[in-house]
T-cell receptor
Framework: DSGVTQTPKHLITATGQRVTLRCSPR?????VYWYQQSLDQGLQFLIQ???????AKGNILERFSAQQFPDLHSELNLSSLELGDSALYFC??????????????FGSGTQLSVL | DQQVKQNSPSLSVQEGRISILNCDYT??????FLWYKKYPAEGPTFLIS?????DKNEDGRFTVFLNKSAKHLSLHIVPSQPGDSAVYFC?????????????FGQGTTLQVKP
């Protein structure tokens, strides 16, 4: 158990809808990262938050947004969903100050299916 | 632009033999490299890492080699065990970016046959 909790584990929705994925980092971790894994693809970095503020942005679509709350949990919001958004979404967290870490700890992911 | 590449989608080896997984990168600013292992229905878990100031790091059956001039790293598993069957991801980071984000390759599925 990595200590990173993601909910829900599975999500089935229709095109055009909006969903929210939730992540609770390991206790004490200040950084939260979101990754997307599509079929036959590696883990694509979406966005990072550090202590409530956006720290780095990857190839995140404009229809997607995220935030990190004062209690350090994070939410990834996906709107106007398309079939191609079906993927496994991972959250990860890391510990040290300054947002620099040797390694990330991953949750078990949320499997999103857009029908 | 795929900065980290794992060109072999899959690898099959016999139990007891060596497994060699390869990874190439293009960004010369990367200075820290990691390998993650992923089982089905689980998140990736950290396996081993190496700093760019080293060319080898060993942890039990797992050894990672780094060739900076070739921008290439490899993971050796000796001896391979059936429990090693998983997807292996290579990842890289750039400390100077001040983020800690990791850039991952596409993964290699390793199957170790009994």
């Amino acid at each position: 158990d990595s200590g990173v909790t993601q909910t829900p584990k599975h999500l089935i929705t229709a095109t055009g809808q909006r969903v929210t994925l939730r992540c609770s980092p390991r206790s004490g971790d200040l950084s939260v990262y979101w990754y997307q894994q599509s079929l036959d693809q590696g883990l694509q970095f979406l966005i990072q938050y550090y202590n409530g503020e956006e720290r780095a942005k990857g190839n995140i679509l404009e229809r997607f947004s995220a935030q990190q709350f004062p209690d350090l949990h994070s939410e990834l919001n996906l709107s106007s969903l398309e079939l191609g958004d079906s993927a496994l979404y991972f959250c990860a967290s890391s510990a040290p100050a300054q947002g620099i870490s040797e390694k990330l700890f991953f949750g078990s992911g949320t499997q999103l299916s857009v029908l | 632009d795929q900065q980290v590449k794992q060109n072999s989608p899959s690898l099959s080896v016999q139990e007891g033999r060596i497994s060699i997984l390869n990874c190439d990168y293009t960004n010369s600013m990367f200075d820290y490299f990691l390998w993650y292992k992923k089982y089905p229905a689980e998140g990736p878990t950290f396996l081993i890492s190496i700093s760019s100031i080293k060319d080898k790091n060993e942890d039990g059956r797992f050894t990672v080699f780094l060739n900076k001039s070739a921008k290439h790293l490899s993971l050796h598993i000796v001896p391979s065990q059936p429990g090693d069957s998983a997807v292996y991801f290579c990842a890289a980071s750039e400390f100077s970016s001040n983020t800690g984000k990791l850039i991952f390759g596409q993964g290699t599925t390793l199957q170790v046959k009994p």
